[in-house]
Every structure is written in structure tokens, then in C-alpha cells.
């Protein structure tokens, strides 16, 4: 039982490059999210799913698109990588709404992405 | 505005002894309240989840108390150990933004020996 795993851990893109990052839980859950965190701030929602075939948009989404074609996948792109893009990568994925429910929300480890 | 703010920013104690970490927040109306451990280069790890109707809940060393009424939260680690260095982090849901996380920045907590 592996959890949540991400791929790849590091990534340097130069501006304008693409990428996309792989998020995958085992635990059959419904909800997966898309974090990023930046120093001295909060994690901060990009993108959620509510499962399979889903997405929705969180708290900032600009410059990001993501798929959820599998229950186990959740994938983020960056269609034009831009330095303000730098920052940690983490995907979530809970078996019902973390916010509403008092259900766990399990994370990855993390993709740390720098844009040049 | 829905927000979370934590205290204090960082903190360095010695081995063995005891700290408090605190949280308030202006979220509402509120949904849980939940304390994350994240070791430097990981993602976070759920350490506790309180509800409306609890007022504190440990795991192991860790014990949380809420008090919904001023909106605030503490974590309090007793006889702290090197591996509780990392960054706690405090989240508060909001009920009507379906379920919406707000997260802290967080406190960085450093155990010396």
C-alpha cells in the first residue's frame, strides 16, 4: 500500500516549457486535490476532484490544467511554465471531502519545480 | 475574510521539554480544525481532526485543544524528541464552502539536544 505518490520529486523547466505531474493513490479514493506551497505562505488549492472524470478549479488555478481520466490519477500541466510557477507540488486524495467530512486527507511527498 | 494565522512563527526548545503551538482563525462557519506534522521535504501527515463538538484530542505526545467559541486552537507536544522537528501546520474548514481547507503558514519547530 503505497499511498499517495508523485513523479517526478524534482524538476528545473526554463520558461515557456511544458510538464506534466503524476499524482497516484491506492486507496480508492474519490477526492484527489492539487496543492502548491510557497515559503511563507499556506498550501494553496490549484485544482480538485471529486472523482473520476471531474475536476474543478480552486483557489489558483491560472496557468494550470488538470486530468482525472482514471480514479488512481490525477495530473497537473503547466502548458507554459513560468517562473512564478516555482514552487512545491503536492497532491491529496481523501475518501470523502476533507473540509466537510472529518475524514483523513493523505499527502504525497512532493515535486519541487523550479522555471528559469 | 476567512483566515488562519499561527504562533509563533518559529520555535527552538531543548530536548525533553514541552511547547505550545497556537492557532486562530477567523473561518466560519466552522467545520474542523486539523494539526499537520511536515518533516522538511515531505508532505504533511494528519497528526489530529476536531469537530465543533471537541474540545481537545491527543495522539500520542501530541494533545490539541479547541476552543470554538474565542476561535482558537493549540498543539501541545510534551517531552519533545529531535524527531519533532518539522513544521505544524494548522487547518480550518469552512461548512458552506463545500468544505473549503484554509491552511496556516505554519510554525517551525526546532528540537535541540
Known amino acids: 500500500n503505497a499511498g499517495v505518490t508523485q513523479t517526478p520529486k524534482f524538476r528545473v523547466l526554463k520558461t515557456g516549457q511544458s510538464m506534466t505531474l503524476l499524482c497516484a493513490q491506492d486507496?480508492?479514493?474519490?477526492?484527489m486535490y492539487w496543492y502548491r506551497q510557497d515559503p511563507g505562505m499556506g498550501l494553496r488549492l490549484i485544482h480538485y476532484s471529486v472523482g473520476e472524470g471531474t475536476t474543478a478549479k480552486g483557489e489558483v488555478p491560472d496557468g494550470y490544467n488538470v486530468s482525472r481520466l482514471k480514479k488512481q490519477n490525477f495530473l497537473l500541466g503547466l502548458e507554459s511554465a513560468a517562473p512564478s510557477q516555482t514552487s512545491v507540488y503536492f497532491c491529496?486524495?481523501?475518501?470523502?471531502?476533507?473540509?466537510?467530512?472529518?475524514?483523513?486527507?493523505?499527502f504525497g511527498p512532493g515535486t519541487r519545480l523550479t522555471v528559469t | 475574510k476567512n483566515q488562519v494565522e499561527q504562533s509563533p512563527q518559529s520555535l527552538i526548545i531543548l530536548e525533553g521539554k514541552n511547547c505550545t503551538l497556537q492557532?486562530?482563525?477567523?473561518?466560519?462557519?466552522?467545520?474542523?480544525l486539523r494539526w499537520y506534522k511536515q518533516d522538511t521535504g515531505r508532505g504533511p501527515v494528519s497528526l489530529t481532526i476536531?469537530?465543533?463538538?471537541?474540545n481537545t484530542k491527543s495522539n500520542g505526545r501530541y494533545t490539541a485543544t479547541l476552543d470554538a467559541d474565542t476561535k482558537q486552537s493549540s498543539l501541545h507536544i510534551t517531552a519533545s524528541q529531535l524527531s519533532d522537528s518539522a513544521s505544524y501546520i494548522c487547518?480550518?474548514?469552512?461548512?458552506?464552502?463545500?468544505?473549503?481547507?484554509?491552511f496556516g503558514q505554519g510554525t517551525e519547530l526546532s528540537v535541540k539536544p
Open positions: 476536531m469537530t465543533f463538538s471537541e
Open positions: 487547518v480550518v474548514s469552512a461548512k458552506n464552502q463545500g468544505g473549503k481547507l484554509i
Open positions: 492557532c486562530n482563525y477567523t473561518v466560519s462557519p466552522f467545520s474542523n
Open positions: 486507496m480508492n479514493h474519490e477526492y
Open positions: 491529496a486524495s481523501s475518501y470523502e471531502a476533507a473540509g466537510v467530512s472529518s475524514y483523513e486527507q493523505y
